[in-house]
Each structure stands twice: as C-alpha cells, then as structure tokens.
C-alpha cells in the first residue's frame, strides 16, 4: 500500500451539475476524513468515520454536501448542484485510531473547478 | 470557539534558523500538529506534541505549552527545498484536525 488515493485528480464541471469524488484509504486505517482547501487557506475539515460509521457530519458545508463510507473502507464524497463556491481542492486523510494522536496521511486531493 | 493563529509569511536564508509561532485556543484539546505543504501538494506530517516541551526531530523541532496555548516549529540549517507552507493544526479529540491558514516560508540563496 503506497498511502492514500483519490480519484479522480482534477474535476471541471458547469454549474448545477452532480461530482463525486472517491478516497480510498492506508488499508490498516479505520479512520477516514475529508477536508476542502481554498487558496491561501488551510484545510477546513468537513467529516469523518470510524469503520463504516460517521462519526462527525456537522461540518458539512450544506446539505448538497454527502460522504458515504459503505464498507469502512473506501470512501464517496459527493456534492449536489455544485456552485462556483465550490471549486476548491478536496482532500482525504486517513489515521489508525490510538496512534500518535490521530497523525492523519493525507491523499493529493482533488482539485474542484465549477465554471 | 476554535482559532489558530500563525504568521502569513516569513523570509530567511539558506543555513539560517526559523521559528514559526502559532497560538490556538480550541476545546477539548488534545494535541498540537505540524504539517508541511508544498505549493499544489497535499500536506505531509512533520510533528505532533501532546505533552508541554520541545520534540526534537532532525533539523525540525517542536514545542508545547499548554497552559499558553502556544507552539512554535523551529526549522534549522535551512535548505531552499524548506520553502513551503507550514501548518499549525489542533487536535480535537473526537473530532479531527482544526488547521490555522498556514504560514509561507520563502528561503533564499
């Protein structure tokens, strides 16, 4: 396992449309997050799970934004009528719960243009 | 609330020493994360204090104070390949990481 993957690595869509985004995690780690970046920003959290659960979707951005992890291991983020808002990179991390806090391996993200 | 607070930008030159603050205030705190970025990479882990005091590293080092609700990363003999965004996250237990905006780093010859 060469450490967090996602897919797909750019995405241009029109305004209105559906995206969804896949992460799949380091396979030993129970834990899988989402995160957005802006430019100049840092990462913004969104959601996590434990396993299969979702333990955290507060964060979400509004109620276009959905993660699904069906089988605690990859995982979906999806966004519904997207916004030019929206265009920002989306980053997925993975940690093994009890371990050093938490250290999160992060994927390389993908990069969300709404034209 | 939750703030992290780090510088926007800092200069230095190759060899030199660089210290990065970053002061937080977020509940149910549980630990103190540092992360380099580089432009159009994700983030990659440099270091992780839960305990007040210095974590040293190679030529990165780390510290804690809990009870001021500051850390600063000390980067030493510094390289240009060091030119990066340097990121202070919070670790909220339960939760997960709650990043400041970063602090740019431009090392020169």
């Known amino acids: 396992d060469t450490g967090v993957s996602q897919d797909p690595r750019h995405k241009i869509t029109k305004r209105g449309q559906n995206v969804t985004f896949r992460c799949d995690p380091i396979?030993?780690?129970?834990?899988l997050y989402w995160y957005r970046q802006t430019l100049g920003q840092g990462p913004e959290f969104l959601t996590y799970?434990?396993?299969?659960?979702?333990?955290?979707k507060s964060r979400l951005l509004s109620d276009r934004f959905s993660a699904e992890r069906p089988k605690g291991s990859f995982s979906t983020l999806e966004i519904q009528r997207t916004e030019q808002g929206d265009s920002a990179m989306y980053l997925c991390?993975?940690?093994?719960?009890?371990?050093?806090?938490?250290?999160?391996?992060f994927g390389p993200g993908t990069r969300l243009t709404v034209l | 609330g939750q703030n992290i607070d780090q510088p926007t930008e800092m200069t230095a030159t190759e060899g030199a020493i660089v210290q990065i603050n970053c002061t937080y205030q977020?509940?149910?705190?549980?630990?103190l994360f540092w992360y380099q970025q580089h432009a159009g990479e994700a983030p990659t882990f440099l270091s992780y204090?839960?305990?007040?005091g210095l974590e040293e590293k190679g030529r990165f080092s780390s510290f804690l104070s809990r009870s001021k609700g500051y850390s600063y990363l000390l980067l030493k003999e510094l390289q240009m390949k060091d030119s990066a965004s340097y990121l202070c996250?919070?670790?909220?237990?339960?939760?997960?990481?709650?990043f400041g905006k970063g602090t740019t780093l431009s090392v020169s010859s």
């Open positions: 396979s030993e780690h129970n834990r």
């Open positions: 996250a919070a670790y909220q237990a339960g939760t997960a990481l709650i």
């Open positions: 977020t509940s149910g705190f549980n630990g």
């Open positions: 799970f434990q396993n299969e659960a979702q333990l955290e």
């Open positions: 991390a993975s940690s093994q719960q009890g371990l050093a806090g938490g250290e999160q391996f």
């Open positions: 204090n839960v305990l007040d």
